[in-house]
C-alpha cells in the first residue's frame, strides 16, 4: 500500500471511528467535556471543601491531570479491542493490521484536542500566562502517543489470543489513578520514590504539562529523557509482540 493511500486510509477510519462514536447522540460531542467536568467538579469539591489542600488553582490542576489520564485509559482500552473487534478488516481488506490500534489511538487524539479546550479556557479564566513554554506541549504529546501505540500493539494482539486481557488493561488503569498526581501533589510522593515515580510515562506526561501549564516553566530535562527511554522502549515492545502473534490472527478471529 503506497504512503499517499495509506494516509487517506488511517484518515478515513479515524474520521469513520468519530462519527459512529457520536451518532443518535443528541449531546454529540459535548460528552467529550462532560466527564472531565464533572470529574473536575467532584475532586475539586471533596479536595477543597472536605479535605483542605493549598495547591493554587485547583480545577485547573485537576484538569491537567485528569484529561492526560482519560486519553491515555481510553486509547489503550479501546485500542486493546481494535484487532479482535475488526476481524472483516483484517480478513477481507488488504491492509496492514498494525494500523488499527494507531487508528483507535489517533481517533482518541480529536477528543483529547476538544477536552484540551477546556484547560485553555481555565488558563484564560484564571488569567495565567500563555509563555513560550507550551511549545513543548506538542512534543509531550507526540512521546506519549508512541508510547501508547506501542501498548496498544502488544495488548491488541494479546486480546486476540486471550480475551482476559481487556480485562486485565481495565483493572490496570483503576490502579493507574492513583498513581498520577491528579488530585494530590508530586511532592507528596516520597523522595525515595519519586525518580522511579517519574518513569511512570502517564504521570511524567501530566507531571511535564503541569510544568508548562502551571509552573510557566520547561518539563525538567530528567523528566523528558525518561519519557523518551521508556516510550521508545514500549515502542519497540508493541512492534515485536505484535510481529510474534500476527500469524495467529486468522485462526481466532
Not at 467538579?41 to 480545577?59: D, G, K
Not at 488488504?94 to 489511538?105: D, E, F
Not at 504521570?203 to 516553566?217: E, N, P, S
Not at 519519557?227 to 509482540?241: D, P
Amino acid at each position: 500500500m503506497r504512503r499517499s493511500n495509506l494516509g487517506f486510509v488511517v484518515a478515513e477510519l479515524v474520521l469513520k471511528d468519530f462519527r459512529v462514536r457520536y451518532r443518535n447522540m443528541s449531546l454529540g460531542v459535548f460528552w467529550s467535556l462532560l466527564n472531565p467536568l464533572t470529574m473536575m467538579a467532584i475532586l475539586t469539591f471533596v479536595f477543597t471543601q472536605v479535605f483542605e489542600n493549598r495547591i493554587p488553582h485547583y480545577p485547573l490542576y485537576v484538569l491537567c491531570g485528569l484529561i492526560p489520564y482519560n486519553f491515555f485509559t481510553l486509547s489503550w482500552v479501546t485500542g486493546t479491542a481494535s484487532i479482535s473487534e475488526n476481524p472483516s478488516l483484517v480478513k477481507r481488506i488488504p491492509m496492514q493490521t498494525a494500523l488499527l490500534p494507531l487508528v483507535s489511538v489517533l481517533s482518541n487524539t480529536l477528543h483529547l484536542a476538544i477536552q484540551l479546550l477546556l484547560v485553555f479556557a481555565m488558563v484564560l479564566w484564571y488569567g495565567l500566562p500563555v509563555t513560550w513554554h507550551y511549545l513543548w506541549l506538542p512534543a509531550i504529546w507526540f512521546l506519549e502517543l508512541l508510547f501508547i501505540y506501542g501498548l496498544a500493539l502488544a495488548s491488541s494482539s494479546l486480546h486476540v489470543v486471550v480475551r482476559d486481557v481487556r480485562y486485565v488493561v481495565e483493572s490496570a488503569n483503576l490502579i493507574l489513578f492513583w498513581l498520577v498526581p491528579i488530585f494530590y501533589s508530586f511532592a507528596m510522593v516520597p523522595a525515595a520514590y519519586r525518580s522511579l515515580y517519574e518513569f511512570n510515562p502517564v504521570a511524567a506526561l501530566v507531571l511535564a504539562t503541569q510544568h508548562v501549564i502551571l509552573g510557566h516553566r520547561s518539563p525538567p530535562a530528567a523528566l523528558m529523557w525518561k519519557m523518551t527511554l521508556v516510550s521508545a522502549v514500549f515502542l519497540l515492545l508493541g512492534a515485536f509482540v505484535f510481529s510474534r502473534l500476527k500469524r495467529r490472527f486468522y485462526r481466532y478471529l
